[in-house]
């Protein structure tokens, strides 16, 4: 009776230690399940941060490319400024230079038609005497 007894107690014993691992276990499954879900989030937020990111550098680039074809653009155009400045720097000599011939051939004319004054002239003051 006595060994029955002892023996129905330790079934029991060992049915409750059995429970209370398997409630052990269950309990650190679920832990376990939390951990890796919120392991799961933060991956997919980690992904999400990483392709919001590219798109950043994505938009930087574009922003980038666009500043390198305005910079050229400027380039360009002050190339075309400098060489309409040089052409104009040679009209205005040019010009410069035609003025002065001007001038000098309006001195020879006005020299030029004083000679031929005083020639007629001194001619019909000799003609008149």
């Known amino acids: 009776g006595k060994s029955a007894h002892e023996i129905q107690e330790l079934i029991t014993k060992s049915q409750e230690e059995v429970n209370k691992i398997l409630l052990v276990t269950k309990d650190r499954i679920n832990e376990g399940k939390s951990v890796t ?55 205005v000599n040019e010009t410069a230079q035609s003025s002065n011939e001007l001038v000098e051939q309006g001195e020879k004319l006005s020299k030029t038609t004083s000679e031929i004054e005083r020639l007629i002239l001194g001619n019909q003051s000799i003609t008149v005497s």
């Open 37 to 91: 879900n919120e392991a799961q989030d933060s991956f997919v937020k980690i992904s999400e941060d990483v392709i919001n990111m590219v798109s950043v550098i994505e938009q930087i680039s574009a922003a980038t490319q666009e500043q390198d074809i305005g910079v050229r653009q400027i380039t360009t155009a002050m190339s075309e400024i400098d060489r309409a400045t040089q052409k104009n720097q040679v009209s």
